[in-house]
Every structure is written in structure tokens, then in C-alpha cells.
């Protein structure tokens, strides 16, 4: 299990993202105006503090495929546990919180720790907690209430474009009849970089609506990564703990 596995499963760690709030199935036209779609695309419905989801995952790069299963523990602005496991056994584990990224992975004996500055360079682009957070709520990755982005309407959905200075070109898809989130792509041109993130279905709950699934494809230059996470069970605000420890003598990763 390598390390790609780990941060794309936890984030499309190419990307470029925000925090707004969930929000309701509200039926509208793919003809209404702008500021009316996103105002109804952030909603109402957020009323939770914490949410556990135990998860079935897929990954797939140009090497191998695996399949493993995910618990993924989160406190709403506050902390992130990823707990990824094999026939039951955990393989890897991350520990995110605003100011702080964790991570160690059992197949290397490898871990990591540092800050998002760190973690941005390495990775190629800017990264903080909110937007690792938006992956597994189905959040999209910017605010679509700031910023000047391009509105139209493609295959039943309502497309917003962005292109910013440094040759980034972000698109985010609503589904025209919920205005729930479909897909977001992020591509850099430059760097041969695009990654997209599909969301086919919601569900509906009291606290809030959350994605079934997520897909998640990631590709640089000539190689391809793909995750896909299935939702298995939603618990709303049970009282979580978050246990992270490195196990010993494990080898730290340094990002020069």
C-alpha cells in the first residue's frame, strides 16, 4: 500500500478547496439566476457536530488495485480520524486537525508529521483542513459565494468555471434539479495535473445530507489514480474519541 494511497483517499490531494455548510433538496431551474442557484445550493440543514462513516474503498493506480475498508471519524472543524484497514487489520492511519497533519502506514513502517505548508509543497498545491474535510462531506471545494466564476448549463446540471492566474482551471457541476454537488474537476495545465471528484447520490438525513459514494480520479502526466468510497453506515453526534499513536520504530518521511 503505498503512500499515494493515503492522501488521495483522503483528499483529491491535487486540489484546491473551502468550507461552506450542507444544505436541503431544493427544486429549481438551470435558467435561474446565479446568486439565487447558490443560495439554495448552501441550505439550511446542518445539524451535527460529529459524524462517524464506515466505509468500503477501491483503489486503483497503474500498478496494482486493493480493497480495504475505511472508518473515517470526524469532528466538525476540529479533528479528522482515517483509520484504513485489510481483513480487518489497520494498515494506515490519519490524523488531521486545523494545524497539524498526521499520518503513519503499517505495509512501509513509515510515517509522517508536519503542517500543510510542508504537505502543499510536497504535494504541488495549497491544502488546509477544511478542504480534506469538504471531500467526505460532499462539500464543494470552493465557495461558490466568492470569487467570479462563469455559470451555464451542461447535461442537467449547472456548471460553474473558474480560471485563476496560475493557470488552474476549476469547474464545479450542481445537479439542476437538487443543486446537490455532482462533480468538481481541478486541472493544472502546466503541470499536466487534473483531478475530478463525482459524487452520483445523496441521502437524506435529519442532521444533514451526505454522499453515498464518492470517485474520486486523480491524473499526472501519463498516470492514473483512482479511489472509490462506499458509504456503508452514518452515525450523527456520538461522543468520539480520536486515538493516534505511532507505532514503534517506525521511519519518519522528511519533506525537505
Known amino acids: 500500500m503505498k503512500k499515494h494511497f493515503f492522501l488521495i483517499s483522503l483528499y483529491a490531494f491535487f486540489g484546491c478547496l473551502s468550507l461552506p455548510k450542507a444544505w436541503s433538496q431544493t427544486n429549481v431551474e438551470p435558467s435561474v439566476g446565479s446568486l439565487s442557484v447558490i443560495e439554495n445550493h448552501y441550505g439550511l440543514k446542518n445539524t451535527y457536530s460529529t459524524v462517524l462513516i464506515k466505509a468500503n474503498a477501491r483503489y486503483k493506480d497503474d500498478n496494482q488495485t486493493q480493497n480495504v ?3 473515517i471519524r470526524i469532528k466538525k472543524g476540529e479533528s479528522i480520524l482515517v483509520s484504513i484497514r485489510f481483513l480487518g487489520i489497520t494498515m494506515a492511519k490519519a490524523f488531521i486537525t486545523p494545524d497539524k497533519v498526521r499520518y503513519y502506514e503499517k505495509l512501509n513502517s513509515k510515517y509522517f508529521e508536519g503542517n500543510y505548508s510542508i504537505l502543499s509543497q510536497w504535494l504541488g498545491t495549497d491544502l488546509d483542513f477544511t478542504k480534506v474535510q469538504n471531500l467526505f462531506l460532499g462539500e464543494t471545494f470552493e465557495d461558490l459565494k466568492t470569487g467570479t466564476f462563469v455559470q451555464s448549463t451542461e447535461d442537467n446540471t449547472i456548471k460553474f468555471q473558474k480560471e485563476e492566474e496560475n493557470k488552474s482551471n476549476k469547474l464545479f457541476y450542481l445537479k439542476s434539479d437538487s443543486l446537490f454537488l455532482f462533480k468538481e474537476i481541478v486541472m493544472q495545465l502546466e503541470q499536466q ?5 463525482v459524487y452520483p447520490a445523496f441521502k437524506e438525513y435529519s442532521e444533514t445530507n451526505l454522499p453515498t459514494s464518492i470517485e474520486i480520479e486523480a491524473k499526472h502526466e501519463q498516470s492514473t489514480t483512482s479511489i472509490e468510497i462506499a458509504y456503508n453506515t452514518v452515525t450523527f453526534n456520538e461522543e468520539l474519541t480520536f486515538p493516534y499513536n505511532v507505532p ?3 521511519e519518519q ?3 525537505n
Open 193 to 197: 495535473r487534473q483531478f475530478q471528484v
Open 248 to 250: 514503534d520504530g517506525y
Open 69 to 71: 475498508s475505511a472508518e
Open 253 to 255: 518521511i522528511i519533506i
